[in-house]
């Protein structure tokens, strides 16, 4: 059983910027895929990045390539979002994610095993 807690989240202007960790616990951190989701109100959870065990393959949706950068220490067993050029409409609560598949960088919510509590991200304009 892996525990996942999230940090970093907060308030910020347009144009500002952000970096989310979520600390493992409780499971070999190298064993998993992890991503970041993001959820607004009255939206569906959906991805914004995702990284593969070793680290060397990444996925970025659309809206955030350029701006974002997602990274992972497995020595300290954390994995971390960094959010450049922040938007209003990147405003919302952001999860992160394990998945214990390593073959394949899954980006759907329902392939990821553990999550954690969230963090919330507001842009002000």
């Known amino acids: 059983q892996v525990q996942l807690v999230e940090s970093g989240g907060g308030l910020v202007q347009a144009g500002g910027s952000l970096r989310l960790s979520c600390a493992a616990s409780g499971g070999t951190f190298s064993n998993y895929n992890m991503g970041w989701f993001r959820q607004a109100p009255g939206k569906e959870r959906a991805v914004v990045a995702a990284?593969?065990?070793?680290?060397?393959?990444?996925y970025y949706v659309d809206s955030v390539k350029g701006r974002f950068t997602i990274s992972r220490d497995n020595a300290k067993n954390t994995v971390y979002l960094q959010m450049n050029n922040l938007k209003p409409e990147d405003t919302a609560v952001y999860y992160c994610?394990?998945?214990?598949?390593?073959?394949?960088?899954?980006?759907?919510?329902?392939?990821?095993?553990?999550w954690g509590q969230g963090t919330q991200v507001t842009v002000s304009s």
């Open positions: 994610a394990a998945d214990y598949s390593r073959d394949i960088l899954w980006i759907g919510v329902r392939n990821y095993d553990y």
């Open positions: 990284i593969n065990w070793t680290g060397d393959t990444t």
